[in-house]
C-alpha cells in the first residue's frame, strides 16, 4: 500500500488526503455530530413538555387540597362506610380474623392494623382486594417473616384515595 501510495504524482497524493480528511470529517458529523444534536434538540422539547406537565400536576394538586378541605368530611371508602370498620370487616370475613390482632385510628384519614402469624398469600390477596373493590391503600407496611413456612407479623397503615 505504502509503494503505491509513494507511485503516485505528489497532486495526487495531496488529493488523496484532503479527500480521506474531507471523508473523515463527513464520517464525523453523520456518524457523531448529528444525531447527539438531534438527540439535543428531541430533550430539549421533552424538557418543555415534562415542564409543563409537571406544573399543571402541581397547580391540580392544589385544586385536590382545596377541595378536600372544603368538604370537611373524614375520607371514606368507595363503600361509603368508615374506613376503621370496612377494614375490621374484610379482614374478620376473610381468612385473617385469627391473625388480626388490633385495628385502630391512626389520624383522622388512616387507620393501623396488627397482624400475628397471618398466612401471607391470604394477607396479600386481602390487600389487593382492600384495593381495587374499595379504593383503600397501604401507605406503610412492615412485614417480619416467621419461622413457620408462609407466616408472617404484619403492621399496615391503610388509607383511602391515596
Given at each position: 500500500m505504502r509503494a503505491w501510495f509513494s507511485g503516485l504524482e505528489a497532486n495526487e497524493r495531496r488529493m488523496?488526503?484532503?479527500?480521506g480528511g474531507l471523508l473523515?470529517?463527513?464520517?464525523?458529523?453523520?456518524?457523531?455530530?448529528?444525531?447527539?444534536?438531534g438527540k439535543i434538540d428531541m430533550?430539549?422539547?421533552?424538557?418543555?413538555?415534562?415542564?409543563?406537565?409537571?406544573?399543571w400536576m402541581r397547580s391540580t394538586a392544589q385544586e385536590v387540597k382545596q377541595l378536600r378541605g372544603r368538604s370537611g368530611q373524614q375520607a371514606k371508602p368507595a363503600t361509603g362506610q368508615s374506613l376503621l370498620s370496612l377494614v375490621d370487616r374484610t379482614a374478620k370475613s376473610g381468612r385473617l380474623g385469627s391473625a388480626l390482632k388490633r385495628v385502630q385510628p391512626d389520624?383522622?384519614?388512616?387507620?393501623?392494623?396488627?397482624?400475628?402469624?397471618?398466612?401471607?398469600?391470604?394477607?396479600?390477596r386481602w390487600l389487593v382486594a382492600l384495593e381495587t373493590r374499595h379504593d383503600v391503600r397501604v401507605v406503610s407496611s412492615v412485614f417480619q417473616a416467621l419461622e413457620a413456612s408462609g407466616r408472617v407479623d404484619a403492621r399496615l397503615v391503610f388509607a383511602t384515595g391515596v
Open positions: 488523496l488526503i484532503a479527500g473523515l470529517v463527513m464520517l464525523l458529523y453523520a456518524g457523531l455530530w448529528e444525531p447527539l444534536t430533550l430539549r422539547v421533552s424538557t418543555t413538555e415534562q415542564a409543563a406537565l409537571l406544573t389520624g383522622d384519614e388512616k387507620v393501623g392494623v396488627w397482624m400475628e402469624a397471618a398466612n401471607f398469600d391470604d394477607l396479600v
